[in-house]
Each structure stands twice: as C-alpha cells, then as structure tokens.
C-alpha cells in the first residue's frame, strides 16, 4: 500500500540534544498523526493534527500540520533517555478515512 | 483513556493450525482495525470494520478473515496458519466525528508460526 516518507529512518543523537523529523507525500491529507511505539508495544498517540499550518505542542513535542496538507514534522526538545523508540507519522485521506502509514523513524540516545 | 486490549500478548502455534486473535475496546468506538507490522514493511493493514458485522479488505487480505458480531470486539481469524503469517498484530479502534478521527492501539500480539 501507499507510505509516507519518512526522514530520517534512524536519528543517534546525545540526551539533551534537540530532534526533528518529518514525513512528506506527494497526496493531500486531512489528518496527520505523530505515534511512538516502544519495543514489543503498540504505537501510542502522540499528537494528532487536523488543520493546515496547525502547531501543537505535547509536553517537549511539537508537531506541525503542512499548509500544503502534505506534509509535516515532530519535534522533540531536550531530549531524554525515555525518548528512545520509533515514532511514525501517519495521515488520513476524507475520502476513504484510511491511515496511511510512514517507515518510521529509530532514535537511539546515546549516554 | 481509550482501552483496546488484546487477548494474548505472546502466541506460539503450528502450520496448519486455525488461530484467533481477539481486540477488545471500551469506548464505544464504530471502527476498529487489524494490522500486520513487520520489520522494513512497517504497519500493513490486514482488515478493518466501521460497524457490527460490516467487515473490508485492507491491503493484505489473503490467509485472514474477520468477525465483528459485536461493537466492542474485533476478531482476526487465521484459518490455517502459515509461516510467513509469523508477525505483530497490532489492533487499533477509531471513532470518526465531523471529519477527525485518530487511531488507538492495543499492545499488540506476537505470533509464531512454527
């Protein structure tokens, strides 16, 4: 099926150090969602975006809606050891309201 | 909290075994999913229904059926277990109101298909 594409495929950053990665398509979406998923777990909802330009903040996680509606990136402040994990975008079409998914992103923190 | 649980964590089972996989959720929620996730594939959607007893194919279909009887519980049958069905299967559920709709996992199964 249809991906995202997602960059960068891994990230090994210091703690502390600021990370930023972002998903693009070449199709408009209604939806973008950020999910981080921890070994043998299911992906958990980080941020969801409904509107184009949407800014929205979690905690250190800021995500944002592309104006085009086809994009968008997460960012994480400050990171800490339990950042470490997979994070995956993911967008939802109106016309057929299935997600669609990007490769996902491995940040590896080193100590 | 959104609940979706998933009735084993771990699965360990033969070829030609049938295998069920049970998604429960607790909030009411019309649409539920099941997914494949493998390494370098990523989420790869198997089946998902938007009501009781309503069922459509995903991406990859073959070798799975499902059974929504209920709206609180999605079941994804394996009829006879292969090896290349050796997988996470990760459940999801979704309500969709005025045109937003997220999707919320459960933990996840780990089959192994000996």
């Known amino acids: 099926g249809q991906q995202l594409n997602q960059s960068p495929q891994s990230m090994f950053i210091q703690e502390g150090e600021d990370v930023s990665m972002n998903c693009t398509s070449s199709s408009i979406f209604n939806t973008w969602l950020w999910y981080k998923q921890d070994p043998g777990e299911g992906p958990v909802l980080l941020i969801a975006?409904?509107?184009a330009g949407e800014l929205t903040s979690n905690g250190r996680l800021t995500a944002q809606f592309g104006i085009t509606r086809k994009d968008s990136f997460l960012n994480i402040s400050a990171s800490i050891p339990s950042d470490v994990g997979i994070y995956f975008c993911a967008a939802i079409r109106y016309s057929n309201y299935q997600l669609i998914w990007g490769a996902g992103t491995k940040l590896i923190i080193k100590p | 909290d959104v609940k979706v649980t998933q009735s084993s964590r771990y699965l360990v089972k033969r070829t030609g075994e049938k295998v069920f996989l049970e998604c429960v959720q607790d909030?009411?929620?019309?649409?539920m999913f099941w997914y494949r996730q493998d390494p370098g594939l990523g989420l790869r959607l198997i089946y998902f229904?938007?009501?009781?007893?309503?069922?459509e194919k995903g991406d990859i279909p073959e070798g799975y059926s499902v059974s929504r009887e209920k709206k609180e519980r999605f079941s994804l049958i394996l009829e006879s277990a292969s090896t290349n069905q050796t997988s996470m299967y990760l459940c999801a559920s979704s309500l969709t109101r005025d045109g937003q709709e997220t999707q919320y996992f459960g933990p996840g199964t780990r089959l192994l298909v000996l």
């Open positions: 909030m009411d929620h019309e649409n």
């Open positions: 229904s938007y009501d009781v007893k309503m069922k």
């Open positions: 975006l409904y509107k």
